[in-house]
């Protein structure tokens, strides 16, 4: 008797994103596996429309409403549109979904990826401000409903298939791997000068623009070790970061006995994102294996800690807990969006951090409130520091 083979009824939110278009791309490979069942776009109207009509949507949400009426012309008369917060919980909480894949840039994200839980879906995170800012909060809320959080991050995937539920007491170390961003030879003395456009050139890895300055600053790396820590329930000082340029093998994890198992393949979104829609199982698809000969050597290097001190403010952020990474998180945003808009240097990306850090009175094991809250007053405060 042949298994009968489960396809998995999937909502994407931010399907129009880079995370979500590779959702989308997998879902195609796959599509004996995976159903998309729901999708969100935060304003491209004309994406999400076609995304709407090429997989069938019956449930669709537009975040800002402002495009509604022309989303609305361009789908068929029995499409369901949500809008705002309360659309993107009602796509959260389908009934019929069984994983919500939540890549929403920002907080925007988290109450969904809450009441995704408590609806008892598991869910698949891309959106780093989830896990950083409400770790704890999310991580115990998906324990008490019995629901699996499924890192779509190549760093966090590439844990969790090393890992493979076994206990946190059998790692010594979690180390993500880092490509070290477009200036990781560039002397500490020249990055004061640093243009957006280089800033924008990531060596290995296409992403958008928040994440590109986040890879080019290393805070990417640091919000990537607090969400480590909350995800794999691991203490700030076993998470430990190593430049690997090639960014092949996408994270490892030291055991007791120091052996390691690391997680490699070619840089493409759609290797995480397909093992989270598919775990337990695996399932072949169309993706290019690994051609080590081609490849001829993998190189590593410890990170410069004091040129970039992205890193070391994470350390801080993840070993307090409560709402400093919410704060540190929040002041990032603010300082790239002035990068982005060439108003301040590249370093002050990170002074602006570390001033709103200090000017911050961390609240331990913080409500969904008090988070919210530290987020809006480092916001205000990075704003001050940067005028
Ligand atoms: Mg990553």
Known sequence: MGEEIQRKKVVVLGSTGSIGESTLKVARDIPERMEVVGLAANRSVDALARQIGEFEIQQGCLYDPTGLDSLISQVSSDVAIHTGEEGLIELATMPEADLVLIAIVGVAGL??????????????VASKEILVMAGEAVM?????KGVRVLPVDSEHNAIFQCLEDRSSRDVSRLILTASGGPFRTLPAAHLVNVTKAQALKHPTWEM?????????????????????????????ARVDVIVHPQSIVHSMVEFIDSSILAQLSTTDMCFPIQYAVTWPERVPNTLPPLDFAELARLDFEAPRWDDFPALGLAKEAGTAGGTLPAVMNAANEVAVSSFLAEEI?????????AATMRDHTTISH???????NADLEARSLAQEYIA
């Open 345 to 353: 240097p590249f370093p002050k990306i990170w002074e602006t951090v």
């Open 366 to 372: 913080p409500s969904l409130d008090e988070i919210i």
């Open 140 to 144: 115990t809320a998906a324990r008490e």
């Open 111 to 124: 109450r969904p990826a809450l009441a995704a839980i408590e609806a008892g879906k598991d869910i698949a």
């Open 208 to 236: 958008g623009q928040k994440i590109t300055i986040d890879s080019a600053t290393l805070f990417n790396k640091g919000l990537e070790m607090i969400e480590a820590r909350w995800l794999f329930d691991i203490e700030m």
